[in-house]
């Protein structure tokens, strides 16, 4: 089972598919994640990354389409993918549909998590992060016992460079711009679209997700 999950930025893309990806034992593939550990690392594809992702932009197709490939090379022994945040362009959702017809498989579906833009301003300008243990909290919806340490190991907390406010909304923009329409493309392709309504408790959302694809 191949799935893509879409949606605009914090539209708990990542929690989601964590989760699913437990459940149904897919390997979960966020070109986010792995252009961040990138940067952590100072690679040359994180430097490459970097000035791109601080300003809200898009990483170029073919630096992405290369990463993707990586992994699904090195991954193709697994049931399927769960793909987070990829594809952003139709350049990307053409190199997906190439890669997949190379190993003999195809997408089965697209799952949109909508959530209204005021949410997701919310939660991402809201969003810390624990430095050393990744823990993720919310200042408005799930704040730190104590302001800026983290609950579970005493670390500081953080912002994603990204979550400040002025990015967010220009992430917010080029997913209107640049990505929203490649789900005009799928439809052209005959892949099925499915909405879940992502402005809920992470259960709930879950539960939605969990059923459609088991389904
Ligand atoms: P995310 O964590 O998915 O919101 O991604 C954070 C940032 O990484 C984005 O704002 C982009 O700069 C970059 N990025 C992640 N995935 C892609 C992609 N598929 N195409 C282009 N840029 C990406």
Not at 20 to 44: N, P
Not at 82 to 100: H, K, N, S, V
Not at 203 to 214: F, G, N
Request: glycine share 10%; with cysteine; aromatic share 4%.
């Amino acid at each position: 089972m191949n799935i893509i999950l879409f949606g605009p930025p914090g539209a708990g893309k990542g929690t989601q598919g964590e989760l699913v990806a437990e459940r149904l034992d897919l390997v979960r593939l966020s070109t986010g994640d792995l252009l961040r550990e990138a940067r952590t690392e100072g690679t040359e594809l994180g430097q490459k990354a970097q000035r791109y992702m601080d300003a809200g932009e898009l990483v170029p197709d073919s630096v992405i389409l290369g990463i993707v490939r990586e992994v699904m090379e090195a991954q193709s022994h697994r049931a399927g993918f769960i793909f987070d945040g990829f594809p952003r362009t139709e350049t990307q959702a053409a190199g997906l549909a190439d890669m997949l017809d190379e190993v003999g498989t195809a997408l089965d579906a697209v799952v949109v998590l909508d959530v209204a833009d005021e949410t997701l301003v919310r939660r991402l300008a809201g969003r810390l992060s624990c430095a050393k243990c990744g823990a993720v909290y919310n200042r408005h919806f799930e704040p730190p016992r104590e302001e800026g340490k983290c609950d579970v190991c005493g670390s500081a907390l953080v912002q994603r460079p990204d979550d400040r406010e002025e990015t967010v909304r220009r992430r917010l923009e080029v997913y209107r711009e640049q990505t929203a329409p490649v789900l005009d493309w799928y439809e052209g392709a005959g892949v099925a679209i499915h909405h879940i309504p992502g402005d809920r408790p992470i259960d709930a959302v879950q539960a939605d997700l969990t059923a459609l694809l088991s389904a």
